[in-house]
């Protein structure tokens, strides 16, 4: 396999990674909290997906607390 003869600058080397950019996930609002959350995903405030509960996100009592 062919080498290459000469190091190649570090100037050229970031010329030809600035493309290399991570973007912003899009967002979208939740149907049912109207808060902003990533496309197709549960909302991490509410639990709901396409008008649906799929998690329970009432806080949970422990134990000991029921007791007393």
């Known amino acids: 396999m062919p080498n290459p003869k000469r190091q190649h600058s570090v100037q050229r080397q970031r010329k030809r990674r600035t493309h290399y950019k991570a973007s912003m996930p899009s967002l ?6 109207q808060k902003p959350i990533i496309s197709h995903r549960i ?22 607390d029921k007791k007393q």
């Open 28 to 33: 979208s609002v939740c149907p049912n909290c």
């Open 43 to 64: 909302c991490p405030f509410c639990g709901h997906y396409k008008g649906q509960m799929f998690v329970d996100m009432t806080p949970k009592v422990k134990a000991e």
